[in-house]
Nanobody, 126 residues
């Protein structure tokens, strides 16, 4: 059974940092590209960042320079370090896994990621 479990969300103030974790099981994590997405109330789910199985990364323009993806294949865990958080970063954050070509997955289409976690809430107060 495939499981992706996010953790690390919470309530912080603008300018603070958070690190989200995504622990996976039931898959060969080291072969998966991992994506991070978020969904704010009343908005569609959007791409945030992704990291390939080799460690290449891609970011949306809204988080570039502030968020950093990483992964620990020995722990089957992906991370999203979020710095300089803004109120507009408030959303439920999801991790997802996919195995398609990295050139495609780095574009962040939801349909390219078949496996999803349940999400973790991040709230940034002003």
């Amino acid at each position: 059974q495939v499981q992706l479990v996010e953790s690390g969300g919470g309530l912080v103030q603008a300018g603070d940092s958070l690190r989200l974790s995504c622990a996976t099981s039931g898959r060969t994590f080291s072969s998966d590209h991992m994506g991070w997405f978020r969904q704010a109330p009343g908005k569609e789910r959007e791409f945030v960042a992704a990291i390939s199985w080799r460690g290449s990364t891609a970011y949306s323009d809204s988080v570039k320079g502030r968020f950093t993806c990483s992964r620990d294949n020995a722990k089957n865990t992906a991370y999203l370090q979020m710095n300089s958080l803004k109120p507009e970063d408030t959303a439920v954050y999801y991790c997802a896994a996919g195995t398609g070509p990295w050139l495609r997955l780095q574009r962040g289409a939801l349909t390219d990621y078949p496996y999803w976690g349940q999400g973790t809430q991040v709230t940034v107060s002003s």
